[in-house]
C-alpha cells in the first residue's frame, strides 16, 4: 500500500510546489493564516500522508475567510 501511496503523495506536493512557484505569485499576500495555506498543505501531507494530510490541508482552507481573524496555525 504504501509504494502505491508514495508516487501519489509526491505528485500532490508536486503540485503544490508549482502552485507556489506560479498562481501563488501573481497574488501574493491574500493568505490570512501564518505559514501560508500552500505551505500549510505541502507540510501537512509530506509529514502525515496524502488522505490525513489532506484532510487537515481541507479543514485549514474551510476555517480561510474573512470572518476569521487568522494568526499563527502550524500543522499539528
Not at 501563488?24 to 488522505?51: D, K, N, V
Request: glycine fraction near 10%; aromatic fraction near 14%; charge should be positive.
Amino acid at each position: 500500500m504504501s509504494q502505491v501511496a508514495s508516487p501519489v503523495k509526491w505528485l500532490a506536493l508536486g503540485l503544490i510546489r508549482a502552485y507556489q512557484m506560479t498562481l501563488s505569485r501573481m497574488i501574493p499576500g491574500t493568505c490570512r493564516f501564518i505559514p501560508s495555506c500552500s505551505h500549510y498543505g505541502y507540510e501537512a501531507i509530506r509529514r502525515y500522508g496524502l488522505w490525513m494530510g489532506g484532510w487537515l490541508t481541507v479543514r485549514r482552507i474551510s476555517r480561510c475567510h474573512p470572518w476569521n481573524p487568522g494568526g499563527y496555525d502550524p500543522v499539528p
